[in-house]
């Protein structure tokens, strides 16, 4: 509060001034005392520009300290293994991204696998290797497809089912054995 005292010491300083040489002027009822009238005016109006602009000015810097530390106490806690706030939706896709990422782990293990055998001698199983890439590649459509609204592309939607259903690019639902 300091400040507060201060500021109205200087106001009722220049509002006495300003009513000092209002009397005076009136009194007189000359050009020099209405031309003091019309400084100290001026200065009274400048001091209350100063004092509010001052005033937001600290009020935003105290605004953005205050959520700096805000920002940094959240980092610091969830760091420190704290309670960190999470979006239902996102963690929700989250995890259907992460599981679509060991789908393709999956895949890419089983055709490692086929072409390993090419390698010995043997005689790879083009029909699994096949499916596997067509697995992967209906898993990479959907797992875009989830981010549609993070990365604000738009999901397929020219088929009935909203780009899901099958074709050469997007094979649809595959039938077949578990491969693991």
């Known amino acids: 509060?300091?400040?507060?005292?201060?500021?109205?010491?200087?106001?009722?300083?220049?509002?006495t001034v300003l009513l000092v040489a209002l009397l005076f002027a009136a009194n007189e009822?000359?050009?020099?005392?209405?031309?003091?009238?019309?400084?100290?005016?001026?200065?009274?109006?400048?001091?209350?520009?100063?004092?509010?602009?001052?005033?937001?000015?600290?009020?935003?810097?105290?605004d953005a300290v205050d959520s700096a530390r805000a920002d940094a106490a959240a980092r610091n806690s969830e760091a420190a293994g704290g309670t960190a706030v999470v979006d239902e939706d996102t963690h929700s896709?989250?995890?259907?991204?992460?599981?679509?990422?060991?789908?393709?782990?999956?895949?890419?293990r089983v055709v490692a696998a086929e072409i390993g055998k090419i390698s010995r001698g043997e005689q790879a199983d083009m029909e699994i290797v096949d499916r596997a890439l067509q697995t992967i590649q209906f898993t990479a459509h959907n797992g875009r497809d989830m981010l549609s609204d993070v990365t604000g592309r738009q999901p397929d939607e020219g088929s009935p089912d909203g780009g899901r259903g099958a074709s050469d690019e997007n094979p649809g639902t595959i039938e077949g054995d578990v491969i693991r």
């Open 29 to 62: 009822n000359d050009i020099i005392g209405w031309i003091l009238v019309a400084i100290s005016s001026a200065w009274l109006l400048l001091a209350i520009i100063l004092i509010v602009t001052f005033r937001r000015g600290a009020q935003k810097f105290g």
């Open 93 to 108: 896709r989250n995890l259907k991204l992460d599981h679509s990422f060991k789908i393709v782990q999956v895949q890419r």
């Open 1 to 15: 509060m300091p400040t507060w005292r201060g500021t109205g010491i200087v106001f009722a300083v220049m509002v």
